[in-house]
Every structure is written in structure tokens, then in C-alpha cells.
């Protein structure tokens, strides 16, 4: 069983698949699908090695052409081989509005 396993064994809200992109907040980088997301956080595939415990301020497009910006964390990290990129990373969300919390509920909703 990978960290992943376990991760998805303790989730406290379910994960789906959703027309949501992401990247850093204030960079001009590219949008990049999501694998998932969920109202606890988001897996995403990443060629940065990040640090388990990083925090990070990501920006994510909604498919009602608004964003939000919110702070993760990042609470896991697994290499892949002979993939697109090379880390799986899970994210865990730290800083949402209300709001935003609010709006990303609806879209899960919706998607599920």
C-alpha cells in the first residue's frame, strides 16, 4: 500500500474530478488540470520537488471562469517514473475564504 493509499483511506472529504487548474499565485506559469479535488485539498502532478510541510499559495480557475487563491500545504509526495511529470503531490487546504470555501463546495457538487 503507497502513501497515497493510506492518505485516501483517511480522507475526510471525498476527492473528485473536476475541470479545475491551478498554479502558483502571481506567476504567469501555465494552468495545470488537477488530478483531484476535494473540500480538504487537492492532488495535483508537479516537476518541483517540493518539501513535505511546505506551504504554498496556489491560485485555482473554476470552471465559472472566476479563480480564488488559497493556501496548502503540501502533505505528500510520491516520484513517478515514465510520467508526464515527475512528483504526485498532495495538497492540503490552510487558507480559504469562507466564500471561496462556499463556491468550490457548489462546483464539487455539481461535478460529483
Not at 9 to 16: F, L
Not at 99 to 104: A, G, M
Amino acid at each position: 500500500m503507497t502513501e497515497y493509499d493510506l492518505n485516501q483511506n483517511r480522507r475526510q472529504y471525498p476527492r473528485i474530478n473536476s475541470p479545475i487548474y491551478c498554479r502558483p499565485a502571481r506567476f504567469t506559469s501555465p494552468r495545470s488540470p488537477l488530478v483531484n479535488i476535494g473540500l480538504g485539498g487537492i492532488r495535483v502532478y508537479s516537476d518541483k520537488k517540493h518539501k513535505v510541510g511546505e506551504r504554498l499559495e496556489i491560485e485555482l480557475f473554476l470552471p465559472d471562469n472566476t479563480s480564488m487563491t488559497c493556501n496548502v500545504k503540501v502533505v505528500w509526495l510520491n516520484p513517478q517514473e515514465g510520467s508526464t511529470a515527475r512528483y504526485d503531490v498532495g495538497l492540503q487546504f490552510l487558507g480559504v475564504e469562507r466564500h471561496d470555501l462556499q463556491r468550490l463546495a457548489g462546483i464539487l457538487k455539481q461535478n460529483a
